[in-house]
């Protein structure tokens, strides 16, 4: 069956990782439609708009979206990703961000003597509202005593879809879940987010659930990643930590997301986690992997198990192998260079035939 996907590149380096997370997922085989949608800063410049006005009526028909980045210093940055990720997101119950932190064979973590075996963690974040619903206001703007308040928002039924998705990851892995909170200085969201998620704890006697608070969570990633399968969190908590997870990995440029709408009514998203990346953008260096692996989530998502395995085992044969990385990898090869290096690979493992599997 074949699958259109919207192809929206973005800003900076989204243009560049953008294509060559297409030529591996064409390099799979699997009938996918790339529609390709000029939306971002330049379209920002063009029209006042980052995306057309009907924009999200034009993405409701497609399978999947796939997004490099969003974001230019020519606009600014809550303009940028307020006219075009953050509706999305919203628009499109896109309630759970999934992302995986996993060393990849090769790669050097800057965590000293980690392995790949001992850095594989799993966070799953609330993508639609916590800190980044909007709710607030400015007032006696220009003054002296100009003030502002930004009021996170935490509903039973988004903690509950995001916690239940994520004890069902943890009950397919190694059925630990941490959840990360700051219910000891919050006096209402925190308390009740760890009500609602401890409290389906009874719904998955599988899964152990242990309660971390969010800053002595970010000491154990770099302590004891080997101690974190899954971890769920707030929108904001879950953004800084997966950053530092990019980090442990390797570098911004390896680290992938999904944006699940978990009904299915609307298409969900697929990006790596970096940004447009200014001081790179344009020079062919831009480490492409993100968005490979990005890909690869979505093929996972639509379906094509076996294709999104394709995809991680070819990218894990290039790191692991070292002749094509990028700059930020301690390589020179150019983010095409690495692109089709994967697509090679995935080529390769294709005519190889189908791998019996465990
Ligand atoms: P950034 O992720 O673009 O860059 C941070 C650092 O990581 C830079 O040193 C950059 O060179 C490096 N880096 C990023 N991607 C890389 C790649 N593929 N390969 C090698 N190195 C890479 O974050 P920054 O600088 O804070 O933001 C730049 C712009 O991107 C801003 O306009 C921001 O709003 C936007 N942004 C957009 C996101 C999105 O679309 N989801 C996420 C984060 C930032
Ligand atoms: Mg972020």
């Keep these: 069956?074949?699958?259109?996907?919207?192809?929206?590149?973005?800003?900076?380096?989204?243009?560049?990782?953008?294509?060559?997370?297409?030529?591996?997922?064409?390099?799979?085989?699997?009938?996918?439609?790339?529609?390709?949608?000029?939306?971002?800063?330049?379209?920002?410049q063009r029209t006042g708009r980052m995306m057309p006005v009907d924009g999200l009526s034009t993405l409701a028909g497609f399978d999947a979206i796939y997004l490099g980045a969003v974001g230019w210093p020519s606009v600014p940055d809550d303009v940028s990703l307020w006219g075009l990720l953050l509706p999305i997101r919203k628009?499109?119950?896109?309630?759970?961000?999934?992302?995986?932190?996993?060393?990849?064979?090769?790669?050097?973590?800057?965590?000293?003597?980690?392995?790949?075996?001992?850095?594989?963690?799993?966070?799953?974040?609330?993508?639609?509202?916590?800190?980044?619903?909007?709710?607030?206001?400015?007032?006696?703007?220009?003054?002296?005593h100009e003030a502002a308040v930004e009021v996170p928002v935490f509903t039973r039924r988004a903690i509950e879809r995001t916690a239940r998705f994520a004890y069902g990851r943890a009950g397919e892995r190694r059925r630990h879940l941490i959840n990360v909170t700051k219910s000891n200085a919050s006096r209402h969201a925190y308390p009740f987010w760890d009500e609602v998620v401890?409290?389906?704890?009874?719904?998955?006697?599988?899964?152990?659930?242990?309660?971390?608070?969010?800053?002595?969570?970010?000491?154990?990633?770099?302590?004891?990643?080997?101690?974190?399968d899954v971890a769920v969190g707030s929108n904001l908590f879950a953004d800084i930590l997966t950053d530092l997870g990019a980090a442990i990995q390797g570098g911004m440029g390896l680290a992938a997301s999904a944006n699940l709408c978990l009904d299915g009514d609307w298409p969900s998203l697929f990006e790596p986690v970096h940004g447009s990346a200014p001081d790179i953008a344009g020079k062919g260096r831009a480490n492409p992997i993100g968005a490979i692996l990005a890909g690869a989530l979505m093929l996972r998502a639509l379906g094509e198990d076996a294709a999104g395995t394709l995809v991680e085992a070819a990218v894990a044969e290039v790191t692991l192998g070292g002749q094509a990385l990028t700059a930020d990898l301690g390589g020179s090869a150019s983010t095409t260079e690495v692109g089709d290096a994967v697509a090679a690979a995935v080529r390769r493992r294709r005519t190889a035939g189908p791998v019996a599997a465990g």
């Design 1 to 44: 069956m074949m699958r259109r996907i919207a192809v929206i590149e973005g800003d900076g380096v989204g243009k560049e990782v953008i294509p060559a997370g297409v030529s591996v997922l064409t390099a799979t085989g699997v009938p996918l439609e790339f529609e390709p949608l000029p939306w971002g800063c330049d379209h920002h």
């Design 91 to 144: 628009h499109f119950h896109q309630d759970v961000n999934v992302r995986p932190v996993r060393l990849l064979p090769g790669i050097r973590s800057p965590l000293a003597g980690r392995t790949a075996a001992q850095v594989d963690m799993l966070f799953v974040r609330e993508n639609t509202e916590g800190e980044y619903s909007g709710a607030g206001g400015r007032v006696h703007q220009g003054t002296a």
């Design 198 to 228: 401890e409290g389906l704890a009874t719904d998955y006697p599988t899964v152990r659930v242990e309660r971390v608070l969010v800053d002595a969570m970010a000491a154990r990633m770099v302590s004891h990643p080997d101690s974190i």
